[in-house]
């Protein structure tokens, strides 16, 4: 237990677990640091202080912590973590807040569903490589002046702007229990360009997420994205489409943007049946 200043009821220090892992493919292992308390810290001025220290809890020097973060307001989604045992956001994750829940340390892990790297940091390719698959994009045929787009009516803006909040943070494929971990070891002899095509042919074959469903139905809805709404549609009845949501909705209860990630599975749904449907009559 942390010993609190009885004057201002925070702790003078605080703990700090955190799974470590030297490089992809190694084995993890926790390591305990301790920092001095500051009134208003995040998770990553936790993990700035550590660094700065560059010893462990028992003053032994160790190698710097490594962590991924970039705009630091909750806008990027590259700052993804677990802590205490919940996928979140590490820049917009406050100290105090966290103390309120678990007074006697903070527990850091990487995601659960990517390659680590280096200890927090992740490969999260898969997770763009998914919106490659639902072409989560507006097509353009020139970059000359083609004038202004087509005019949106506010109900569509309505439904499209909480999906085009995304940041693909990834918290909702890492709650997901249908989302399973992929990772692939380079075979010796193999190049970088054959090891690239077997891991996108592995992310290809699986669950593509809820954050590209929910992206599919953000660019399906949109007056030129729709072009491309047959092959989004495609790409959602394929293997590892629309079917492997298992309804669990972890997904939503995750997401820090609160994207209705599961009326877009809902629309997603009934838009794969119905472009199934006509498929099979348009045979
Ligand atoms: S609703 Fe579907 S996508 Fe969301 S957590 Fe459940 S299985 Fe995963
Ligand atoms: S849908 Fe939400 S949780 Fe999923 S990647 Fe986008 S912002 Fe992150
Ligand atoms: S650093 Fe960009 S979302 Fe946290």
Redesign the pocket.
Known sequence: MIAFDASQKRPEFIKVRIRRQDGPGEKPYWELHQITYEPELNVISVLQRIASQATNSDGKKVAPVTWDCGCLEEVCGSCTMQINGRVRQSCSALVDRLLEDNEDELVLEPMSKFPVIRDLMVDRQRLFRALERVKAWVPVDSYYNLGPGERQLRDTQEQNYPLSQCMSCGC??D?????KKIELKKEAGETDEAFEARKEAAYDES?V??HA?SQAMLFNNHPTGKALAGERLEALTGPGGIQ?????????AVCPKEIP??TS?GRAGRAATMYKIKKFFDK
Do not use: H, K, S
């Not at 709650?175 to 989302?179: K, R």
């Open positions: 909702c494929v709650a997901c229990p249908q989302y669950f997420g809820p469903i492997a949501c298992g309804n669990a909705q972890n997904c939503v990630l599961t599975i």
